[in-house]
């Protein structure tokens, strides 16, 4: 006798349960109007408050030239994988240029942030070896630290005490390495990390530090070189270029020997095709743009410190945002989900994030400001935020 459901019986019932529970997902497209922060949704002119294009690169003149400019002259597709024949002189060339900027002495490409997290960190540490992350990472840092076999333990948010107990504890066991995970703007609250304390840590307990700088890259840190690349000490520093770079992929910067290690051994590099050559021509020309950039970030830290300063004078709570994204605190996930709607019949298009991306009845709606958001498109969300205040 089986126990098993006929055919696709599953499919069914768990669509089904997610429907019951409001949690059913569903794709939404809508196109961006380039040089705006405009997006063109079922037919409206929505302003967008979810992308992370934050310095509005992805539809930038310098950096479609050189993907184009590179697509002419290597074609479409790298054609295979790294290790085989996909590595053309300009995944090298913009590798040597990553480890110069970002001042390591190495840099290897990855195919998107995902993938780096998820392909590194089972080169990296394994069944003998200890995790420790912190509880607001990255779904693709923890998806990594599963399928490393590691022994994963969560560390509370940004609780270096706790952190410190768990690398106190460790001692009690063999561990062959210990490995700490922590991202440096966290993506769903926007409050950094502190890689002075960390940094400190790690030498006390001869630790592995792995630090995800996905939401600082462009943005934030000297000439906008995000927050990892003042702690040399960091054994894995990784980037992505979906974000601000405005284009897709990702990086880790590291020493010599850790890339070797990782071109022999991390299956999310070794077993892909290459990025194609149109990609590496949008990311070759962002680092180059995005060092000069300093106006553009100034501006866009206005922008984000008039829209926290109107929202908390509304009584919004903000938790401890410090950067471009910022969490408006709603709680009870219905509510989260009414407020993204309302929103959006005001012309603002912003997500709630609910469970299971956050605990539960912690419920945001989060807003994301890019370079491309005037002021009078943050005195439109300000004004619907009022009238959803005032219903
Ligand atoms: C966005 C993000 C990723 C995933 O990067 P992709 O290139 O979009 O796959 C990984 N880590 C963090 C912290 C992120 O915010």
């Not at 300009?90 to 998107?112: G, Q």
Request: aromatic share 8%; hydrophobic share 40%.
């Amino acid at each position: 006798m089986t126990h098993r459901s006929s055919d696709n019986e599953f499919i069914r019932l768990e669509l089904q349960e997610r429907e019951a529970k409001g949690r059913l997902r569903e794709l939404q497209s809508a196109d961006p109007i380039p040089g705006t922060a405009k997006v063109i949704k079922s037919g409206r002119t929505l302003l967008n408050f979810c992308s992370n294009d934050y310095l509005g690169l992805s539809t930038h003149p310098f950096l479609l030239e050189r993907s184009i400019d590179f697509s002419r002259r290597f074609g479409t597709g790298s054609g295979a994988s790294r290790l085989v024949s996909g590595t053309y002189s300009i995944h090298e060339e913009l590798e040597e240029k990553l480890a110069n900027v970002f001042k390591r002495e190495a840099a290897l490409l990855f195919n998107s942030g995902f993938q780096a997290n998820t392909g590194i960190l089972p080169a990296v540490v394994n069944r003998n070896s200890l995790i420790l992350i912190d509880k607001k990472c990255h779904n693709s840092l923890l998806q990594g630290a599963i399928l490393s076999r590691a022994t994963v333990q969560r560390y509370r948010h940004n609780d270096y005490e706790h952190l410190k107990e768990l690398l106190e504890d460790s001692n009690k066991k063999t561990y062959n390495r210990i490995c700490i995970i922590t991202e440096t703007i966290f993506s769903m609250d926007g409050d950094r990390n502190d890689l002075e304390q960390l940094t400190h840590l790690k030498k006390e307990f001869n630790s592995l530090l792995y630090s995800d700088d996905a939401h600082a890259l462009g943005v934030i840190g000297e000439r906008g070189l995000g927050l990892n690349v003042a702690y040399p000490a960091i054994d894995l520093s990784i980037g992505t270029f979906g974000k601000s770079f405005g284009a897709f992929g990702a990086f880790a910067a590291c020493s010599q020997q850790m890339k070797s290690l990782l071109i022999n051994t991390s299956p999310g590099f070794i077993y892909t095709t290459a990025l194609p050559p149109g990609v590496i021509g949008a990311i070759d020309a962002a680092l180059e743009l995005i060092p000069t950039l300093n106006d553009l970030r100034e501006k866009l830290y206005t922008q984000i410190s008039y829209l926290k300063s109107e929202l908390i004078a509304l009584g919004f709570d903000l938790g401890e945002s410090n950067a471009q994204i910022i969490p408006v605190l709603v709680g009870e996930e219905k509510r989260a989900l009414e407020l993204s709607r309302f929103l959006e019949t005001q012309g603002c298009w912003a997500t709630a994030i609910r469970p299971p991306t956050v605990e539960q009845g912690k419920s945001i709606l989060r807003l994301t400001l890019t370079a491309h958001h005037s002021r009078s498109n943050i005195d439109q969300l300000l004004s619907a935020f009022k009238q959803w205040k005032n219903r």
